[in-house]
């Protein structure tokens, strides 16, 4: 579908003096504003033809009201030309291309040819100055041409050889209009300049357009005094200095007069266009504050493209400092009371609703505790004039209300509301969310939905929307609420699930063979959604006792049927199955989990696969009730035996201490008895390596395999009651590697992949001898966290913590860039209703929407459809 | 390496542009003097058909007009 009109060509040019004048509606002649009655001035700057700001006054011009009349340009016939700043580069650039005298591009036509092309074979090139010799003879008519000088900001000057000295001679703008003036249009093409919309002399101003009023109003402050906005005093200096120009010249006054009045004039016009100019100092307000003038209104990050138009502030909205509540719903935000107090919904009254809403209404604007029912604060009369409800008048305005008024009533628990963080780098950092209103000052949300949005609790603010009508409030929560939003599109899989403790908690849960008392079940299974507890599984000295694994099975959906393998899983060569020793092997049978250890792979954020099973088989609705009983159990769990963790945790006994040790002594005695093989000459060196690349890669096996050892040994002694080990095995947050580096050894520090090299001559630093090729030498550290580093090993890991930082210092300044600019460039496509992919003009990018017309939240990691889950899930067993 | 390009018959031209009821102003582009275009020496206004192995699909169709690489 082609859209209605299209942009044919886009023209760039000059205002011309006479197009000036033309959309001109008034001569400005006096710097003065307002008389003293506070009446505008005929011909002044705040005359009444330029448009009107005051209410109650008219526009001379268009005869509307303030409201209205959108303001009219006036202009200031300028004493003498002067140039604009602005173009200082094209007019430099056009001066030095040009004769002085005839005003012909100095270029023969042969020469033009070969930079331009001729008419029917361009070469796409333009003239610039470095085709034009500097100082040669004119072509067309012989003169000598002269050197241009240019001295910011708007001084220009030739250079004259006198008697062998370098005289330089002042051009006057008037100088230069005049020489611009004579360059032929024709000539003008070959440049660059269409002369049809820009003659080159239009940038020297004869004539200045004035703004209207209504682009440059003045405030009243509370003393009533006015105040004149920045562009108006610029313009009160122009026109002072203007009329002071024309009256010296009339009076026949000195050069020397007019040529510094006529700089005053040059520097009043350059600060009014651009205040921040090189070279010249900025016009300041008499408080000392640099003046905001034309560019400046413009340019800059609250300037007038990225400021207001690329970016604009928003009403109904609500920013503050989040933290977690994991008793919340994912799909629930919990708002502060007085943030709910201040934020209201627009409701029509109806036959229907008018007892409810006059009920909140006759509740007023304080609500006290989170339970009591929501107020109003306003109600809008059907002319539209707004009634504020205050503790005064509650029942006065509400018995007035009749179907047809509209009253604005707070947020209550429920409402649909946006909820984002920035940077906002995908659609699931917006999402629809329920309102729950709760005491405190922050916003609540359950830690679950972290991963979409990015967020954690140091500190983070987000921000919260409210939708303000029907429509608005239906198209959030059908297409953007949290339930839709499981999914991500960027590898199809859930992006919500549990994170950190919710993992450790499922894993100490579920993890081997447990049983509990009928206390401690109902203590896990309090905030879950259970009528009934299940059959107990066996009784011991009349105590009824269930498993854990029943315990989970409790929040699993009937008839889910899967099988795999946990993150704990070693993938074995043979799979033991359900005798799996480390419990990995996870088989789910209706619904009730027979076998195996529930952790990251199974309920965490990006991987989740019970999760992704559910909403494949029952729907985004039912995971996200999974998810909340998810919580909410594991929460429970991990309360139950109580988890913590300290660096005494990491402390091994005096046997593991002596083997590291002698693990480290025979690595470092390795490296030196290879680095005598080096020396000796007898080192074989690697196809394609030095013998040095050869001795460097088998010292960093040897030392690598060292600290693996050490972490081996160390893990030997910490088992599943560590909670280090917890996490690490159930997914939850860190690696063995962090653990060997915690309780063995933290290994060899790199920067770009090698040993540490740099430093002083032929060594790292004094503390070791010239040459040394030992490991202590190049930044391996044998000592654990733990233990303490020695001062040369704690410079090295300074060494080597910087490269880190550094990159992903740069990795996020690139990627953030490289991500900005696709989505510009991507923003507007869409997927046609044939399954193309198209622009906003109809034009395709992909003929099938990624080639296979798939979306990827709706197929099974690349494939269109889960063979193997829908058999699995039938046949319940493993295929 | 290079997916395979073939010059499209003004027949399947027709049908290709009736089948996504488009102009060809609306296809894809190519320059005139792309190499591949000038491996099987099409002229500007002709249609390429390009048949490339994808991930998603397998095998994966695009079209592209040729035009005249516009002058700097």
Known sequence: MPSPKRIGKIEFGLLSPKEIREMSVRKIIWADTYDDDGFPYPQGLM??????????????????????????????????????????????????????????????????????????????????EKDIKKERICPHCGEQQLKINFEKPTTFSEVLVEEGKKVEHKLTPADIRARLEKIPDEDL?????????????????????VPPVTMRPSIILENGQRSEDDLTHKLVDIIRINQRFKENQDAGAPQLIIEDLWELLQYHVTTYLDNEVAGCPPARHRSGRPLKTLSQRLKGKDGRFRGSLSGKRVNFSARTVISPDPNISVTEVGVPRAIANEMTIPVHVTPYNIDELKQMARNGPSRQTVNAPCGANYVIRPDNRRLRLADGNLDTVTDMIEPGWTVERQLRDGDVVLFNRQPSLHRMSIMAHRVKVVEGRTFRLNPAVCPP??????????????????????????????????????????????????????????????????????????????????????????????????????????????????????????????????????????????????????????????????????????????????????????????????????????????????????????????????????LEPMPGRTVEETLEMQIMQVLGKARDLTGQIAGRHLGLTNSAVVMAVSGARGSMLNLTQMAGCIGQQSVRGERIVRGYDDRTLPHFRKGDRGSDAHGFIKHSYKGGLNPTEFFFHAIGGREGLVDTAVRTSQSGYLQRRMINALQDLKVAYDGTVRTTGGRIIQFQYGEDGTDPTKSAFGDPVDVKGIVESILKEEV | MVPDHTIMSEDEVRTLLAHYNITTEQLPKIFHDDPAVKAINAKVDDVIRVVRISHTAGRAESYRLVIRRPKK
Not at chain 1, 50 to 58: N, S
Not at chain 1, 77 to 89: D, N, Q, S
Not at chain 1, 189 to 209: D, F, S
Request: aromatic residues 8%; glycine residues 8%; charged residues 30%.
């Open chain 1, 47 to 128: 005359d009444l033809n330029l448009g009107v700001i005051d209410p109650g006054l008219r526009c001379k011009t268009c005869d509307q009201k303030a409201s209205e009349c959108p303001g009219h340009f006036g202009h200031i016939e300028l004493a003498k030309p002067v140039i604009h700043v602005g173009y200082t580069r094209l007019i430099r650039k056009l001066l030095r291309v040009s004769c002085r005298a005839c005003g012909r591009l100095l270029l023969s036509l042969d020469e033009l040819e070969k930079v331009f092309g001729t008419e029917d074979d361009l070469t796409g090139d333009q003239v610039s």
């Open chain 1, 189 to 209: 093409v070959p440049l660059g300049i269409n002369p049809k919309v820009a003659r080159p002399e239009w940038t020297v101003l004869t004539v200045l357009p």
């Open chain 1, 453 to 682: 949005y990015n967020a954690d609790f140091d500190g983070d603010e987000m921000n919260l929307h409210i939708p303000q009508t029907e429509e608005a409030r239906a198209e959030a929560y059908i297409l953007i609420s949290v339930e839709e939003n499981i999914l991500s599109p960027r590898f199809g899989g859930p992006i919500i699930g549990g994170i950190h403790d919710h993992v450790s908690g499922i894993f100490m849960l579920t993890h081997g063979m447990r049983y509990f008392t009928k206390e401690e079940m109902l203590y896990l299974l309090r905030f879950t959604k259970i009528e009934h507890l299940p059959q107990k599984v066996k009784e011991e000295n009349g105590v009824e006792l269930w498993s854990n694994k029943q315990v989970f099975s409790q929040i699993l959906p009937s008839e889910l049927n899967m099988v795999f393998h946990a993150s704990s899983c070693q993938n074995c060569e043979t799979c033991k199955k359900e005798l799996c020793e480390r419990d990995a092997y996870v088989r789910i049978f209706d619904g009730k989990l027979e076998s195996g250890t529930i952790d990251k792979k199974a309920i965490g954020a990006f991987d989740g696969q019970i999760v992704n099973r559910i909403i494949r088989q029952y729907g985004m609705r039912r995971a996200a009730e999974f998810i909340d009983d998810l919580t909410k159990l594991s929460i429970r769990a991990i309360m139950l035996d109580g988890f913590s963790f300290g660096i005494d945790d990491e402390d091994l006994s005096k046997t593991e201490y002596g083997q590291i040790e002698d693990v480290l002594k025979n690595a470092t005695l390795d490296v030196e008895r290879r680095i005598k093989i080096y020396e000796d000459g007898q």
